[in-house]
């Protein structure tokens, strides 16, 4: 795995907040580098489920009770979870991808012979990824007749925005 590239950033801080965080660090035995890019990461992922529960409101007022977009908001929270289900079948649609064509068949393959990204029940939990209806996981991928795997379009700008949580982690 490539490390990611790195870049200094400086901004201003009270200086009593400073102090304080400090003094937490060395309690906790942190790093301030590992806890700041942590609540950075934090922060954008809770800013971006914000703005996106403010768009599927509105979706979901013109919707009626049907859930439509259901992954809309789910996406970023499966992201930070690489031993979730959706986060390995999302990341297995998007190392094919790389590669080339996507099928159902060449996710099952790699979500049952990839170690990190064993699935138990594929066939279910990929089903349940492709309707929003009921219980499912809420709608990722489109199956076309010609066998391909798509992601589907309502979706697919949140995804590929996320995309580098799930490709680049192990």
């Given at each position: 795995?490539?490390?990611?590239?790195?870049?200094?950033?400086?901004?201003?801080?009270?200086?009593?907040?400073?102090?304080?965080?400090?003094?937490?660090?060395?309690?906790?035995?942190?790093?301030?580098?590992?806890?700041?890019?942590?609540?950075?990461?934090?922060?954008?992922?809770?800013?971006?489920?914000?703005?996106?529960?403010?768009?599927?409101?509105?979706?979901k007022h013109h919707m009626g009770d049907a859930q439509f977009g259901k992954a809309i908001s789910r996406i970023p929270k499966w992201s930070e979870k690489p031993n979730q289900i959706n986060h390995k079948i999302l990341k297995a649609f998007f190392l094919l991808?790389?590669?080339?064509?996507?099928?159902?068949?060449?996710?099952?393959?790699?979500?049952?012979?990839e170690p990190s990204l064993l699935v138990r029940d594929f066939n279910g939990n990929f089903s349940s990824m492709c309707t929003?209806?009921?219980?499912?996981?809420?709608?990722?991928?489109?199956?076309k007749n010609d066998g391909t795997v798509t992601l589907w379009e309502e979706i697919s700008d949140v995804a590929r925005k996320y995309r580098h949580y799930f490709v680049n982690k192990a």
């Open positions: 795995m490539n490390e990611m590239e790195r870049t200094d950033y400086t901004f201003r801080i009270e200086k009593d907040l400073l102090e304080k965080f400090k003094i937490s660090l060395e309690l906790k035995k942190e790093k301030e580098s590992e806890v700041l890019a942590t609540f950075i990461r934090q922060y954008i992922i809770q800013s971006f489920d914000s703005e996106l529960k403010d768009l599927t409101a509105g979706i991808e790389a590669k080339g064509v996507v099928t159902k068949n060449g996710m099952q393959m790699v979500c049952s012979t929003d209806a009921g219980k499912s996981h809420g709608k990722v991928f489109v199956v």
